[in-house]
């Protein structure tokens, strides 16, 4: 796919995020749209997925270990054939099937339940080991927050998979520099999160979260060592698109008013 | 137990390679036949346990049969939202494997008690909750528990405990196993507190009171229709379990009977809603606790005479 058709994609589910978030007034609308162009180079130009047998034992596995951004997950699987766009009206609703958290299967393509941070890496450590036990090439990425890593148990499984040798296995980092409360290098020295990484033993590769070709290229040289796990810091934007929501954290919490709808998606083409 | 759970678990992985078994850098030598026959099904976590689990609900995703094994407390209270999201939510049969229920490990002080797992387990949904009451009810529930499609947990004691099962006994998870029959008391207990269970109702045989006396060895989910033929059949219904009962399966039955408005004379006979406060050894702490042969025995006259 070109360039201009994958820009078109993440503009495509920006648009949605805003009609999700608005109509249902959900949070971490900033945390989603910070992800939006990772989905799409992994939707649409790396992963090994087929919408139409979304259960293949061979298929890439994808975890979204910072679940509350899973209304990009949601937009992305949709936008991917994996099901009815109807079902992301039903985003967050009485009845509907989506939760604001993912819940494993319960739309087909979402693999893992998450929503409390620092779970997705042990699990996707425990689906690469068994896929290198059954002697099978497919992948597992996990995506987490530069904040996630505060989390324990990050760590655990970090030592895990590079001990492990899981060259199959792949952390993305949303480096978007906020977390709930303030500045992530507040709380962690950010500019250490390579050497740590590093340091445990991963393979790792820092690229700007929303160029699209700069991913590509990053996703196709993994692994970036063999035997080693690899991980991408992604440097993103929280809110991205969306200039009055850029690096801002309020955009955390707040969700847009459907009277400025109009104004969030005007803002968001013109600045795609 | 803990023999019969490693023996069992060998002789299951011969034959299915596609079981593993997980540990938290515990069991130092009680598994180094399994490890030397099936290195690639022996993989110790390290002191990672949150991780551990994380890394079995991955496992599990892929169709793999895991056994998580350590110490009580590091693979339940540690982990507990590890099992519950983990596990539980997405309905993942990995088996947890805890040994030390109650005061096994006596003198190595509260934080290597299990006297309140019972309660915290059971209150996850999903989560079979298994109590074997000695070796042989250790082997064959743990062959069970491979065909559950859902994960379970299956405390354990470590050394020593009787065995009071004939190796053809009839076992089912959910399903209380009836030792003898009685119609005067029934005395109902899970774990290890199977053989004092027997000791006691050997003495009131011996002054002519018929008890009952029942291994129930699943807590979660409870043989209902167990407890109800009980209530019908004897007068008087003790439970005793080295856990503390509001939140150990006395509790679990007080629950089931009131609300299915079934009036019984039940007492708990279990520990209180406290941390252990002496320093020994669990025949000692049984002792101070009443939970011995000498202390049921006199709770049990004591509940009696207060209802006549």
Known sequence: ?272 | MRKAFVKKLTELVSNNKNLYLLTGDLGFSVFDEFKEQFPDNFINMGVSEANMIGVAAGMAMRGKQVFVYSIIPFVTFRVLEQIRNDLCLQNLPVKIIGVGEGITYGTSGPTHHAIEDIGVMSSLPNLTVISPGDPIEVEKLVEQSLYLDAPCYIRLGKTGEEIINSQDVSLKIGKGNVIKEGKDIAIISTGNMLSSAIKVSMEFEKENVSSMVISLHTIKPLDETLLKEVSEKVKYIFVIEEHISSCGLGGKISFYYSQQNINVRMKCIGLPDDFIKFVGKQDFLRMKYGLDVDGIKKSIISFINSKK
């Open chain 1, 1 to 272: 796919m070109d360039l201009k058709d994958l820009k078109e994609i993440s503009l495509k589910m920006r648009e949605r995020l805003l009609t999700m978030h608005s109509k249902s007034g959900e949070s971490h609308i900033g945390s989603s749209l910070s992800i939006v162009d990772i989905l799409t180079v992994l939707y649409y130009e790396i992963l090994n997925i087929d919408p139409l047998n979304p259960y293949c034992e061979t298929r890439d596995r994808f975890i979204l270990s910072k679940g509350h951004a899973a209304s990009a997950l949601y937009a992305v699987l949709s936008q991917r054939g994996f099901f009815k766009k109807e079902i992301l009206d039903s985003f967050a609703e009485n009845g509907g099937e989506i939760s604001v958290h993912p819940e494993r299967f319960s739309v087909p393509g979402v693999e893992a339940s998450t929503g409390s941070l620092g779970h997705g890496l042990p699990m996707g450590v425990g689906i690469a080991l068994s896929g290198k036990k059954d002697n099978l090439n497919f992948r597992t990425y996990v995506l987490i927050s530069d904040g996630e890593c505060e989390e324990g148990s990050v760590w655990e499984a970090a030592i895990s998979a590079s001990r492990f040798k899981l060259d199959n296995l792949i952390v993305i980092i949303d480096e978007n520099r906020w977390q709930a409360y303030e500045r992530t290098d507040k709380i962690q020295n950010l500019e250490l999160l390579k050497s740590k990484w590093e340091a445990f033993g991963w393979s790792c590769k820092e690229v700007n979260g929303h160029d699209i070709q700069g991913l590509i290229n990053t996703f196709k040289s993994i692994p970036f060592e063999i035997e080693k796990p690899s991980i991408v810091i992604a440097k993103t934007i929280k809110g991205k698109g969306v200039q009055e929501m850029e690096d801002k954290m309020e955009w955390h919490y707040k969700s847009p008013k459907l009277e400025d709808i109009e104004k969030f998606l005007n803002s968001l083409r013109k600045s795609s």
